[in-house]
RNA sequence: GGGGAGUUACGCUAACCUGGUAGACUACCAGCUUUGGGAGCUGGCCACCCGAGUUCAAAUCUCGGACUCCCCA
């Protein structure tokens, strides 16, 4: 059997999604298993996608204003304690190091599930007078949360790579105003990069983050009709500036407690990306982030060798300064061979060189999102690969659009909400009047959770009722299954 | 949190029920012939998840653990 190839995957996208996903990711070499359970190993090609997201994201925070600052990885259990809801929702995951050599540690030290407490503690030094603010810091690291779900590589795993930003502001208005500036660098990152559509909004009281008072999130529908956070944003009001005795002297010369808030992207949009544009012959990668945006096959027999591989150099230096190019120029494999192998980790586009192409002074040029073939004249190659390139990126984010859009079901009704979560799968859009009772409900019938209230929608509200309880509508939520 | 399935070489697997030499395909390495959608031949390399028990003898039977996957909350 052909499905014996240790790198063809053996299973269609649409038949089992979970089974191929992991056999995508794999079988391409993008990520591989450790001995440590839930803790996965990012190989080149993804760890070049997120070197890229990182470059580009952190050039729009410098933009913005936003400095980079690095904190310990360790942090002393009193320190984590100090904010009570905070330190309610990580405990259980929580990883402590608790002896060094054969002696044990007077105070046990927690691995950072994420540093607002080591962080705070130090601003609380650093800011005296409201000429301190606005303080504007982000890190780029790893924080380890031991989840008990089972691990999934890149969407849940217990170490994992992210921004973490944190900033302090003088007024509530100042630190609000932030908002959109941060969400707006997140959507860009996701269109533009990632080739990922996704809706942003706020979310319920009780999916917001511990210790947060209002979370902001963007949200993502995988292949099987899922949802999956991604990148966040917590207003976090004065509850850590109260609980780490964050103040300054303001401009009439009273002690105020800052307004702080925190933002992140994490490498679980690696995941993401990779599900969604993914099919059957493997892997689709956005040019933006792909290692190797084009890849040159030279195709040739005995007689013609010689001759096509030194046209085929020629062809890759003319193209290298313009784009991220690879000449595949291995002779143990077949033209056929590569060209699997290629699609399978997601190179967006392929270059054919062979005797024929070179006669007529052309190459063959295929796209990896829709397999279209192109014959190119090799004067026109830097125009054209560069057109096909940008093609593909944006058709990959219409694509994903087009699919949350297509699976966003507008309901009016209880008995829709219960058909549609249970039976179809996507997003329930409906009218809801705030209450947790009513969103209880929906998770205790349906087992979906209210993912966000997406921002562009909030006007339908008005006048309509909860589709769950009857009475006036305040909100529109969207309700999903989670990933 | 609850339940189920599984783990043999890089990968997919055979032998397990009925205890006794771990076999095939693929990959990898070497050589020769090949090369426009996963080429062929010859030779070579690599494995029983960990621990305990039963036994003359354990991949195989029993118990425990680790890890992976699936389903439900």
Same mark, same amino acid.
């Given at each position: 059997?052909?499905? +014996?190839?240790?790198?063809?995957?053996?299973?269609?996208?649409?038949?089992?999604?979970?089974?191929?996903?992991?056999?995508?990711?794999?079988?391409?070499?993008?990520?591989?298993?450790?001995?440590?359970? !839930?803790?996965?190993?990012?190989?080149?090609?993804?760890?070049?996608?997120?070197?890229?997201?990182?470059?580009?994201?952190?050039?729009?925070?410098?933009?913005?204003?936003?400095?980079?600052?690095? =904190?310990?990885?360790?942090?002393?259990?009193?320190?984590?304690?100090?904010?009570?809801? #905070?330190? %309610?929702?990580?405990?259980?995951?929580?990883?402590?190091?608790?002896?060094? !050599?054969?002696?044990?540690?007077?105070?046990?030290?927690?691995?950072?599930?994420?540093?607002?407490?080591?962080?705070?503690?130090?601003?609380?030094?650093?800011?005296?007078?409201?000429?301190?603010?606005?303080?504007?810091?982000?890190?780029? +690291?790893?924080? &380890?949360?031991?989840?008990?779900? #089972?691990?999934?590589?890149?969407?849940?795993?217990?170490?994992?790579?992210? +921004?973490?930003?944190?900033?302090?502001?003088?007024?509530?208005? %100042?630190?609000?105003?932030?908002?959109?500036?941060?969400?707006?660098?997140?959507?860009?990152?996701?269109?533009?990069?990632?080739?990922?559509?996704?809706?942003?909004?706020?979310?319920?009281?009780?999916?917001?983050?511990?210790?947060?008072?209002?979370?902001?999130?963007?949200? *993502?529908?995988?292949?099987?009709?899922?949802?999956?956070?991604?990148?966040?944003? *917590?207003?976090?009001?004065?509850?850590?500036?109260?609980? =780490?005795?964050?103040?300054?002297?303001?401009?009439?010369?009273?002690?105020?407690?800052?307004?702080?808030?925190?933002? @992140?992207?994490?490498?679980?949009?690696? !995941?993401?990306?990779?599900?969604? #544009?993914?099919?059957?012959?493997?892997?689709?990668?956005?040019?933006?982030?792909?290692?190797?945006?084009?890849?040159?096959?030279?195709?040739?027999?005995?007689?013609?060798?010689? *001759?096509?591989?030194?046209? @085929?150099?020629?062809?890759?230096?003319?193209?290298?300064?313009?784009?991220?190019?690879?000449?595949?120029?291995?002779?143990?494999?077949?033209?056929?061979?590569?060209?699997?192998?290629?699609?399978?980790?997601?190179?967006?586009?392929?270059? %054919?060189?062979?005797?024929?192409? &070179?006669?007529?002074?052309?190459?063959?040029?295929?796209?990896?999102?829709?397999?279209?073939?192109?014959?190119?004249?090799?004067?026109?190659?830097?125009?054209?690969?560069?057109?096909?390139?940008?093609?593909?990126?944006?058709?990959?984010?219409?694509?994903?659009?087009? =699919?949350?859009?297509?699976?966003?079901? %507008?309901?009016?009704?209880?008995?829709? &909400?219960?058909?549609?979560?249970?039976?179809?799968? !996507?997003?329930?859009?409906?009218?809801?009047?705030?209450?947790?009772?009513?969103?209880?409900?929906?998770?205790?019938?349906?087992? @979906?959770?209210?993912?966000?209230?997406? =921002?562009?929608?909030?006007?339908?509200?008005?006048?309509?009722?909860?589709?769950?309880?009857?009475?006036?509508?305040?909100?529109?939520?969207?309700?999903?299954?989670?990933?």
């Amino acid at each position: 059997m052909e499905d +014996n190839k240790p790198n063809k995957i053996s299973i269609k996208k649409s038949d089992d999604f979970s089974q191929w996903y992991i056999q995508a990711i794999i079988k391409s070499e993008f990520m591989d298993y450790t001995s440590v359970s !839930g803790a996965f190993a990012l190989r080149p090609d993804s760890y070049f996608i997120w070197e890229a997201v990182q470059k580009a994201t952190d050039e729009l925070f410098k933009n913005e204003g936003i400095l980079n600052v690095y =904190f310990p990885l360790l942090i002393p259990e009193k320190l984590l304690e100090k904010e009570k809801e #905070h330190i %309610e929702g990580f405990s259980p995951e929580v990883a402590w190091v608790t002896e060094t !050599g054969n002696s044990k540690l007077d105070e046990r030290l927690a691995i950072r599930p994420t540093s607002e407490t080591i962080m705070y503690d130090s601003f609380s030094k650093w800011i005296r007078s409201w000429r301190d603010l606005p303080l504007r810091y982000n890190q780029w +690291n790893n924080v &380890i949360r031991w989840e008990f779900r #089972h691990p999934t590589p890149f969407l849940r795993t217990r170490e994992f790579l992210w +921004n973490e930003g944190h900033t302090v502001f003088a007024t509530k208005e %100042e630190a609000e105003g932030e908002r959109d500036a941060i969400l707006g660098i997140y959507q860009k990152i996701l269109e533009e990069y990632f080739a990922l559509y996704g809706v942003a909004g706020k979310k319920t009281d009780s999916e917001k983050f511990a210790g947060a008072e209002a979370t902001y999130s963007i949200e *993502h529908l995988m292949p099987d009709g899922s949802a999956i956070q991604g990148p966040d944003f *917590h207003s976090d009001g004065q509850r850590f500036a109260v609980a =780490f005795d964050i103040k300054f002297l303001n401009k009439d010369g009273k002690q105020s407690y800052a307004y702080q808030n925190t933002f @992140a992207i994490s490498t679980r949009e690696i !995941g993401v990306m990779l599900a969604t #544009h993914g099919d059957d012959r493997g892997l689709v990668v956005p040019p933006k982030l792909s290692r190797i945006q084009c890849v040159i096959i030279p195709i040739y027999n005995d007689e013609s060798k010689v *001759h096509v591989i030194e046209e @085929a150099k020629i062809l890759y230096k003319k193209i290298k300064g313009r784009m991220r190019v690879h000449l595949d120029d291995r002779d143990s494999y077949s033209p056929g061979w590569k060209f699997n192998e290629w699609e399978l980790r997601g190179v967006p586009l392929r270059i %054919e060189i062979g005797p024929k192409d &070179i006669q007529k002074k052309s190459v063959v040029a295929v796209r990896r999102d829709n397999g279209e073939k192109f014959t190119i004249k090799v004067a026109d190659i830097i125009e054209k690969t560069e057109e096909l390139l940008k093609a593909i990126q944006e058709n990959l984010y219409k694509k994903s659009k087009n =699919f949350v859009d297509s699976n966003t079901h %507008e309901v009016k009704t209880y008995q829709q &909400i219960k058909d549609v979560l249970t039976k179809k799968g !996507g997003f329930v859009q409906t009218p809801w009047c705030g209450s947790k009772d009513c969103e209880a409900k929906v998770k205790r019938d349906t087992a @979906a959770k209210a993912t966000n209230m997406p =921002f562009d929608v909030q006007d339908k509200a008005k006048g309509k009722s909860c589709a769950i309880c009857g009475s006036s509508a305040k909100f529109i939520v969207n309700f999903a299954k989670s990933y």
